[in-house]
């Protein structure tokens, strides 16, 4: 997705994060982070830095390579020190489906290779994972996924090492192909996510359930106040839960 989804071709975007407390009865604003996307004009995303309550100093910043195609072959993720902390590289196949993911931290690596079924819609992911570089601790699992002819995922089955279902994921779309319902399940836990979305395609509201041995009582209602500009673009997000408002993201544009 070229600029992130936001219109109008912006080079800089500037995310400010803010927590909501009360006090004395009045909700507070208080600032958190900052996050700055930069884009090329092809509206590829290049860089995305953090900054904390100093907004002269990055906390920690990602930069993204690319191939022909478009499609990101990797993510270099830098510390606030200016070393490195880890990074993910992707290969794909000629429809632009990740083929190969393999991410690399100090001592760690976990390499997923996905293979595809394009008469079926399926794929199935095998992933190993790699802990020191001596005495090696290996642990595998495995994913089998059913989308539909527009490759949207319907579901996924995840598998542990001894071929046991771990956990499942089921996800319906309505008839713009927006994601309406996702269920997620495991043997003890259920949970349900419900998305309400505006003209603009936002997500405005999510209903979430965590239901556990049958007590459907853990239900939160997560909606987001949104405000627009004349770009259509979202310059201010006020997240709610069940009514109480947790943080106010507020965006600027530089095109």
């Not at 270099?76 to 991410?103: C, E, H, L």
């Not at 190993?128 to 989308?147: A, L, R």
């Not at 259920?190 to 603009?200: F, I, M, P």
């Amino acid at each position: 997705m070229t600029y992130n989804g936001w219109n109008g071709r912006p080079t800089i975007v500037e995310k400010f994060t803010y927590n909501v407390h009360i006090d004395e009865g009045k909700f507070q604003e208080n600032f958190d982070i900052k996050e700055v996307y930069v884009f090329d004009r092809k509206g590829r995303l290049l860089k995305m830095t953090t900054y904390g309550s100093d907004e002269t100093k990055a906390k920690k910043w990602k930069v993204y390579k690319y191939d022909k195609s478009g499609n990101i072959v990797q993510r270099k993720y830098f510390k606030k020190d200016s070393s490195s902390d880890f990074q993910i590289n992707y290969a794909y196949n000629r429809y632009g489906q990740i083929v190969r993911q393999v991410t690399i931290e100090p001592y760690i690596r976990e390499t997923v290779t996905y293979s595809y079924d394009r008469d079926r819609f399926t794929a199935v992911s095998q992933s190993i994972h790699e802990i020191g570089s001596v005495n090696k601790s290996v642990s595998k699992w495995h994913s089998m996924q059913q989308f539909d002819a527009a490759w949207k995922e319907i579901y996924s089955n995840e598998y542990n090492e001894s071929g046991e279902v771990s956990s499942k994921w089921e996800f319906v779309y309505d008839d713009k192909g927006r994601q309406v319902l996702t269920r997620w399940y495991n043997p003890d836990l259920y949970y349900v996510y419900h998305s309400d979305y505006n003209e603009h395609g936002s997500e405005t509201k999510v209903k979430m359930c965590r239901i556990e041995k049958g007590d459907t009582s853990h239900c939160t209602t997560t909606t987001y106040k949104l405000e627009y500009d004349n770009k259509n673009n979202c310059i201010v997000d006020t997240l709610s839960a069940d009514g109480m408002p947790l943080f106010i993201y507020r965006y600027t544009f530089t095109y």
